[in-house]
């Protein structure tokens, strides 16, 4: 599962704010690009569709958060894990490794398993 930049962006704004409505979303991912509030609207769907951020109704608001577990939060982050890869080598993700910064052990230790599977593929491949 491919994400682009618009996607990316909103993910991270869900992220930093935990949950919020999609006007807190818009507001969030304006200061990293410059976006209309229609797009970040649009692209909270299409991340809905994609079962990467949840949502729920309170009050008359719909309120957006990310969602942290499953196969498509595991799918998402193996593509992109790949394309780091595929675009930077293995020295990339190394460095993530080595520079965790506040990264949960879950997640490297998901980082770790990517960059087997990855070392695996290659060596079958190649």
């Given at each position: 599962m491919e994400l682009g930049e618009?996607?990316?962006a909103v993910l991270r704004?869900?992220?930093n704010l935990g949950?919020?409505?999609s006007g807190a979303i818009y507001e969030e991912a304006r200061r990293s690009r410059d976006v209309a509030y229609t797009s970040v609207t649009t692209t909270l769907y299409r991340?809905?569709?994609?079962?990467l951020v949840a949502v729920r109704k309170e009050s008359e608001k719909k309120v957006y958060y990310r969602v942290k577990e499953g196969r498509a939060y595991r799918r998402a982050?193996?593509?992109m894990i790949d394309r780091v890869v595929d675009t930077f080598g293995g020295e990339a993700v190394s460095y993530l490794l080595d520079n965790p910064g506040s990264l949960p052990e879950s997640q490297l230790t998901s980082l770790r398993a990517?960059?087997?599977k990855r070392r695996v593929k290659e060596k079958r491949d190649g």
């Open positions: 618009l996607e990316l704004a869900v992220r949950s919020a409505t991340l809905v569709d994609k079962d982050m193996a593509a990517q960059v087997e």
